[in-house]
Structure formats: C-alpha cells, structure tokens
C-alpha cells in the first residue's frame, strides 16, 4: 500500500483484517510511526518497500494524491515492474495515462472506493471503511483478467460490492457525483460564512450536510477536482445553468417550484435505486469487458468472484 492516508490507510487496516499479509509506505514518517505503533508493517522507504513487493509478485496499491502519483509509479517501474498494479485514486483516466507513459500499463487495473470521510491522515483510517461501499474496478478493453480479477477479489475482502466501468465513464460520473459536491460545498459554506455570526449561528442540519465535505483538506479537494477538470466542467456548466434558470424564474415569477419538484424527483431515483448482482460474466470469458461495462452501467454489481 503506497500511502498512507484516510483510504491508503484505511485499505491496509482492512487488508490485514481479511486475513492478507500487507505492508506500506508513506513520505510522512510521523504516519509510519503511527501505523507501527498500531501493529502494522510501515515504511518511510520507498525502495524498500516496493523491492519486497518485486520479490512476492504482490498486488502494488498506489494511494498518494493525484500529484504525486507520476513519482510512485516512477519508483515502481524501477523497483517492481514485475508487480500487478491498482490504485485508489479517485480519476481513473489521468492515472491509466500516468501508468502507459513509465510502461506499467499491462500489469495495470485502476480501481476507486466510494468511502471516505472528511477527515485525513492515518489516525483518520478505519478497517471498515469500505463495508457496503461501492468499488469500482476499471473495466477498459485490453484489461488482464487475471489482474482484474485480483483487485477485484481484494475490494470484496474489504466489504465492498464491485462496479466494473470504463476508465472515462467512471471519471464522467464522479465528476457529478463527487467533485462537483465539493466544489457546490464550498459555495455554500462561503454562502453561510457571508452572512455573518448571526447566519452561523442559526445554521442547523441543511447547512451542516450541506457543507460536510468542504472540512475536507484543500489540498486534496484541489487535486482531485483539478485531475478531472474537463469532466467536472461539463457537469459545473449544467448545475450553473440549472441555477440561472431557478434565478429567472424566481426572479420573474416569484417561483422556485421547476427545481425543487425536479431535485425532489431526482433525490426519489437516487433513494430508490436497486443494486442488481451481477452473476454469469466469467473475466477471461468471450466479451466479458463489455458484458461487464454494460452491467456496470445497469446498476449491476458483483458480490462474489
């Protein structure tokens, strides 16, 4: 595991607690020291730890911002070439492009939880983090489905479901999904700070769910939105269209009744979607990439391999 954070951390915690042997690495010694001194195998040593990983042929995690991931994979062409290789990042096509410029593309299956809080750092990590959550695995034409199969199984051993997407599709929909809740958090919460102590002060559960993520660290709000900028302006252009329309007509009519009755449908479709599980789709097996893309895109998703 290269990374130590909220979900790199997370992933180790869980690992070992399936039953897996794994070790990690983080730049921050102070967060080595923390995983050690919670009983796990860490190291500040970047070679080191990726020449045990070259030696067992182990599944390589890669779970460092999006910034520092062109150096990791740096490292693991040099010290462990040999390794299968998935990552937790939460943009698929930059990074598979990262992996096809330093030659690791054959042995490469991207991958992203869905969990995550606002906190940070290895104190923030939980064993469970990932229990119920979604796992999308990396569905793209050429995969090895023996790797596939792989990332699969360990999303599984941590409690996930599995969603096989496209690299491009999953950043499409994150951006949606994801990005664009942190940046409409952020307006909010700049929303609510303008109006002084007294809005503050009078703020309770919508303006409190409505501006949880902004808690995030800036610096990782700003790397994930950034890696996935022309996604997550299609889906920013569409809200500020949305909203300057909402503007018009309450400008206009003195209503808001088109977006809220259109938002509450839409919330209704989000509380009432049916996870569907997908059986039958052997990776290997003729088109199973598409098999399973299209699945993925139905709402299907994998409890067992």
Known sequence: MLGLGLIGGSLLRAAVAAGREAWGYNRSVSAVEQARADGFDASADLAEV????????????????MPAVDGVLAAVAEFAPGCPLTDVVSVKAPVSAAV????????????????????????ASDANLFRDAVWVVATDNGVDPAIWSAVARLALACGSVVVPAESVEHDGAVARISHLPHLLAEALALS????????????AGSFRDGTRVAGSAPALVRAMCEANADALL?????????????RTALADFASTAE???????????????????????????????????????????????
Not at 289 to 304: M, N, T
């Open 100 to 123: 096809a410029a330093h030659g690791l593309a054959a042995r490469y299956v991207g991958g992203h939880p869905m969990a995550g809080t606002a906190e940070s750092g290895w104190t």
């Open 259 to 305: 977006l809220v009755e259109a938002g509450y449908d839409a919330r209704l479709r989000y509380e009432n979607v049916e996870r569907w599980e997908i059986t039958g789709i052997e990776p290997g097996s003729p088109d199973w990439v598409e098999r399973l893309r299209d699945a993925g895109r139905r709402g299907g998703v994998l409890r067992a391999l």
């Open 234 to 246: 299609a889906a920013l252009d569409e809200t500020l269209t949305v909203l300057s329309t909402a």
């Open 192 to 203: 609510g700070a303008a109006g002084g102590d007294l809005a503050l002060g009078l703020a």
């Open 50 to 65: 990726l020449g045990k990983a070259q030696a067992r042929r182990a599944l390589v995690v890669v779970g460092v911002p």
